[in-house]
């Protein structure tokens, strides 16, 4: 296990330093785990010359785990970004009692806290090379001098172990003992990588987290509404459908549009914030399914004063008949009945007339908004209090009378501020310079391009690709979803008609729409987020606005 002291006829001493100076930068800008941890190993076969070599990494202090395996001579690679799995399972720290395991090299080098250098592990005593010897006899391989480094992070903590295999001379090819230059350089790696390993590990964790945090507050809006649930989850995944499907299409203007891998996650979390100022919105306004919806369907009362009216009308019938029959006018008890009966038909047909009314359609006509306030002036009743009042309350006249959907004005402009809260909030947050762009991107679904939509009023070209992207795919996972209280969802062929007339009206980005098409988005997004009812047959030729690719 001492040091060997062996000249060597590698590169000069400088050289590798060099080279170990340029690893170290390449590995504090390398962001995947799995390239990193690859990185790492290859780095360290190069500057040692070692024909092999395998990269562990502690798991709970318990076990080491292989993450990365390579052979030269028997072209072994597994691990990283081989997608070739490896068979081993985890070297065990401690046996069944507890103690630390010392006769395995790289556990000894993890309890140890220090490096052991093999020159012959076949003549090495006090290791079990058991493994190792059947491992050659397989496959005739010789597996000779050995260099295990424990890998230390900034807080003294080993994190993994890197242990190379069989030192080659650049010159010969001949298998020599690790020398104390070798030794020195794996060390001086070891401890950088560590640091950068756990640096992308606390990045990640970060994210994690940060995302976590996030799906917790989607999580809570749609748990607020079952009506919205899997809204604020659909939408982002729409957009980064959208968004690649703009990546990858070679053809219309927006042909030079690119994203890298910091663009996408930009992307995906401004998608996953979009909605999150809806955490302000009043339940009561995001799950109103009938327009007199508050905490209850007003409705009900509504009906209640209907009985209440056809009550009357039966007690006057009573008093006028017993008028009549004390007179013996047998003509007006007939009279008075056949009145009875159209009055009750009259109030019958209102009361459904109403209810027809309650649930928010697509569009009102001007004759039933009409209706709705004769209705309410055709009756009288007396109020809790005993007072003479209309049928319906002004406020009752303002719901049925709404002209599409079930929310008033003043609701819609609720649901509307929305969108300003978002931004407010985003806005608010010190986002690092690779996420500098979420709240734009986030902002802008409800913009149009003719800058008539809200908050801020902007045009197609104050907008970025990404914000426009996410308007479209808030629009189309509305026209589409099926969990809105209001309404069913729409069919595809339904859908695509409706978003085409956007284009055409100068609501959406008309490039993004032929991408949409062209690239089969809504297709693609259909299969995973629709109802296989909702899913028709595309006539292209009826969709309003869609223009065939370039040829």
């Not at 990045?203 to 809570?220: T, V």
């Not at 809790?384 to 209309?390: I, L, R, W």
């Not at 402009?413 to 709240?439: G, R, S």
Request: glycine share 6%; proline share 4%; aromatic share 8%.
């Amino acid at each position: 296990m001492n040091q060997m002291q062996h000249p060597r006829d590698s590169a000069n001493l400088f050289e590798r330093l060099e080279q170990l100076n340029q690893v170290g930068v390449a590995l504090s800008k390398e962001t995947d785990i799995n390239r990193l941890l690859e990185a790492i190993l290859l780095a360290a076969k190069k500057i040692t010359n070692a024909d092999g070599g395998t990269l562990y990494r502690v798991i709970d202090d318990r076990t080491l785990k292989f993450e990365i395996m390579r052979n030269d001579t028997l072209k072994i690679a597994m691990g990283g970004t081989t997608g070739a799995d490896i068979p081993f399972p985890p070297i065990n720290l401690f046996d069944q009692d507890g103690k630390p395991v010392n006769t395995m090299v790289v556990a000894y080098a993890f309890h140890h806290d220090t490096s052991v250098n093999i020159a012959d592990a076949y003549i090495e005593e006090g290791f079990d090379f058991s493994g190792t010897k059947t491992f050659d006899q397989k496959t005739g391989y010789r597996s000779q001098s050995f260099l295990t480094v424990p890998m230390k992070n900034h807080e003294n903590e080993i994190i993994g172990v890197l242990q190379l295999l069989n030192a080659k001379s650049q010159a010969t090819g001949a298998v020599s003992p690790f020398s104390s230059e070798d030794q020195q350089l794996a060390e001086s790696l070891a401890s950088q990588a560590a640091i950068a390993l756990t640096n992308r590990l606390l990045i990640n964790h970060l994210e994690n987290l940060f995302e976590s945090f996030i799906n917790l507050i989607n999580a809570a809006i749609d748990d607020k509404s079952p009506y919205t649930a899997g809204h604020c989850e659909r939408v982002p995944q729409l957009t980064m459908m959208l968004a690649e499907a703009v990546n990858n299409c070679a053809v219309g203007p927006l042909k030079n549009f690119s994203m890298n891998d910091k663009d996408r996650y930009e992307l995906k979390i401004a998608g996953l914030l979009h909605d999150c100022g809806k955490v302000t919105t009043p339940v009561h306004v995001v799950d109103k399914a009938t327009k007199l919806h508050t905490i209850f369907d007003r409705i009900a009362l509504v009906d209640t004063r209907f009985e209440v009216i056809r009550r009357d009308a039966e007690i006057a019938l009573l008093k006028t008949k017993l008028a009549a029959l004390e007179k013996k006018d047998n003509q007006a008890v007939d009279a008075a009945e056949h009145e009875f009966k159209l009055q009750m038909r009259r109030i019958d047909e209102d009361r459904e007339f109403l209810r027809f009314c309650n649930v928010g359609g697509e569009f009102m006509k001007p004759e039933d908004l009409e209706r709705v306030k004769q209705t309410s002036g055709k009756y009288r009743w007396r109020d809790v209090e005993g007072s003479d009042a209309d049928f319906l309350t002004a406020d009752e006249v303002e719901n049925l009378t709404i002209r599409a959907g079930t929310l008033t004005a003043a609701e819609r402009q609720i649901i509307n501020h929305h969108i300003d809260v978002t931004i407010q909030m985003l806005e608010a947050l010190p986002w690092p310079k690779h996420l500098k762009n979420v709240a734009e991107y986030a902002g802008g679904h409800h913009e149009r391009m003719d800058g008539k939509g809200y908050p801020r009023g902007l045009t197609r070209d104050q907008m970025s690709v990404q914000a426009r992207c996410m308007g479209i795919a808030d629009i189309f996972e509305a026209l589409t979803a099926k969990d809105r209280p209001y309404k069913k969802g729409k069919t595809l062929s339904e859908s695509l008609s409706i978003l085409g007339k956007f284009k055409l009206g100068g609501h959406i980005d008309p490039d993004l729409f032929d991408v949409f098409m062209w690239e089969k988005v809504y297709l693609k997004y259909a299969e995973q987020c629709m109802d296989k009812h909702q899913i028709d047959h595309v006539d292209l030729a009826q969709v309003p606005g869609y223009v065939p690719p370039p040829a």
